[in-house]
């Protein structure tokens, strides 16, 4: 079953903040999260292990909360390259990932 | 770097053909994973495998089956192509540390 994201699109100027959520009905051990431009392959950001670590990246951090089976990303200050569309995917005990249907992430000058 | 090529850029088929969809990765991974982009739903995870000759279904296997003979090949298969398998299929494969490396995707028009 694929998680859940929220919202499903955003519109943003340049050095504003977002934030991006996923939820899961199902206990997980792992989230990892990707942005994916137009006519191009998903690129991997981030993964948060079981533990409720969170991660950053540049100005792109993420959190995990594994008692709420959710996670949620922060991007900061806003670039025009973070445009694009970002997926959760969600990790359980075997080898299966399974990822949301996406947030568009629009960010304009 | 890590590569993931995906044999056919773009396919068209018939109705009722069989078809393949060849991936190859050059770094020995395990894990390998076949999904379909289609918008508005996502990335659905079709087959997945963790070894040679192992594999899983996953959330949306009906109408497909996979190969994998070898460790760097996974081959996603379509035993009678439908229309409603016209899509973006993209193959991937999963590193030691858990980051899933992409191939350029593969778009299937059925008609």
């Known amino acids: 079953q694929q998680p859940v994201q929220s919202p499903q699109a955003v519109i943003l100027r340049e050095g504003e903040d977002a934030v991006i959520n996923c939820s899961s009905s199902?206990?997980?051990?792992?989230v990892h999260w990707y942005r994916q431009k137009h006519g191009e392959a998903p690129i991997f950001l981030m993964i948060?292990?079981?533990?409720?670590e969170q991660k950053g990246h540049d100005k792109i951090s993420a959190s995990f909360n594994e008692k709420k089976q959710q996670s949620s990303l922060y991007l900061t200050a806003s670039q025009l390259s973070y445009s694009g569309t970002y997926f959760c995917g969600t990790g359980g005990s075997n080898y299966k990932l399974t990822f949301g249907k996406g947030t568009l992430l629009t960010v304009n000058p | 770097d890590v590569k993931v090529t995906q044999s056919s850029r773009y396919l068209v088929k018939r109705t009722g053909e069989k078809v393949f969809l060849e991936c190859v990765q050059d770094?020995?991974?395990?894990?390998m994973f076949w999904y379909r982009q289609d918008p508005g739903l996502g990335l659905r995870l079709i087959y997945f495998s963790y070894d040679v000759k192992m594999k899983e279904k996953g959330d949306i296997p009906e109408g497909y089956s996979v190969s994998r003979e070898k460790k760097e090949r996974f081959s996603l298969i379509l035993e009678s192509a439908s229309t409603n398998q016209t899509s973006m299929y993209l193959c991937a494969s999963k590193s030691s540390t858990g980051e899933l490396f992409f191939g350029e995707g593969s778009r299937l028009t059925v008609l």
């Open positions: 770094m020995d991974h395990e894990n």
């Open positions: 199902k206990a997980l051990y792992s």
């Open positions: 948060l292990l079981k533990g409720g």
